[in-house]
């Protein structure tokens, strides 16, 4: 079965430095990877995704992620972080074959001290 | 385009009463998913759907049930309600079609439910 690790549940930066989130990833065969953000009293946004080729993938909001197989990583990057940046974050995993699921790690909240 | 609705956006129920939440899409989407949201624990599947009559189980099921009659529509039910599933439930779909697993699910606002 597939699963998501995101190590922290706490990532503090501050506005302008740069901000990784992290993620591992666990699943048999190939993955799908995905970073959503979630705002307070909201749902999920979509973020990025990575699917196959290059392994850095750009995304919304000037977000961008890295795929690393040999590690089993997908860390979400921002070279320049905004305070409204701050929010919780969630990475996702799904094989690329057969009807699996989307599984979600814990999530991480990012917190962008002016 | 309305996107995923789920009805109702919040709810109060005494232990031992039942109720059904809804999810609508209006996107066509082959795949459901109900997953809950609780402090430190993420978003944990509970069911999902791969199509039109198919449910399966996610990773925490017990004291749920869902069904998929309308492509579109997919319901959770909880027959006696529990304090421990108080939560905050997403519903979410995605057009993973012919084994099209790539595109990104798309997110309602959520359910805000207390047991009492």
Known sequence: AQSVAQPEDQVNVAEGNPLTVKCTYSVSGNPYLFWYVQYPNRGLQFLLKYITGDNLVKGSYGFEAEFNKSQTSFHLKKPSALVSDSALYFCAVRTTSGNTPLVFGKGTRLSVIA | ?116
């Open chain 2, 1 to 116: 385009n309305a996107g995923v609705t789920q009805t109702p956006k919040f709810r109060v129920l005494k232990t031992g009463q039942s109720m059904t939440l809804l999810c609508a899409q209006d996107m066509n989407h082959e795949y459901m998913y109900w997953y809950r949201q609780d402090p430190g624990m993420g978003l944990r599947l509970i069911h999902y759907s791969v199509g039109e009559g198919t449910t399966a189980k996610g990773e925490v099921p017990d004291g749920y049930n869902v069904s998929r009659l309308k492509k579109q529509n997919f319901l959770l039910g909880l027959e006696s309600a529990a304090p421990s599933q108080t939560s905050v439930y997403f519903c979410a779909s995605n057009p993973g079609t012919g084994g099209i697993a790539n595109t990104e699910a798309f997110f309602g606002q959520g359910t805000r439910l207390t047991v009492v």
